[in-house]
């Protein structure tokens, strides 16, 4: 099970740190993404860090802004994100691709002044 954690209310330009973490799952054994759905608009991935070797992926929104990130120790894996924009506004969702694939819970981010 995955729960998504970290969200809220942030003035643009701010910045949050997202948590995904793991109960029942070892997450060094999964590649993580994170997703966000935006009001009225479809889930699009934001970042994915791989198993095993941690290479990292980013969309283009998020480039130069989002770091994602995992610590093993505490089977969490971590999307920040600065510079926040209203257009990051949305529900994040963490998913985990392993031997079983493992949506969590979402967290709101809102992005307003």
């Known amino acids: 099970q995955l729960q998504a954690s970290g969200g809220g209310l942030v003035q643009p330009g701010g910045f949050l740190r997202l948590s995904c973490a793991a109960s029942?799952?070892?997450?060094?054994?999964?590649?993580i993404a994170w997703f966000r759905q935006a009001p009225g608009k479809d889930r699009e991935g934001v970042a994915c860090?791989?198993?095993?070797?941690?290479?990292?992926y980013y969309a283009d929104s998020g480039k130069g802004r989002f770091t994602i990130s995992r610590d093993n120790a505490k089977n969490t894996v971590y999307l920040h994100m600065n510079s926040l924009k209203s257009e990051d506004t949305g529900v994040y969702y963490c998913?985990?691709?392993?031997?079983?694939?493992?949506w969590g819970q979402g967290t709101m981010v809102t992005v307003s002044s």
């Open positions: 029942g799952l070892n997450l060094a054994h999964y590649t």
């Open positions: 998913k985990g691709y392993g031997s079983l694939n493992v």
């Open positions: 860090i791989t198993k095993s070797d941690d290479i990292t």
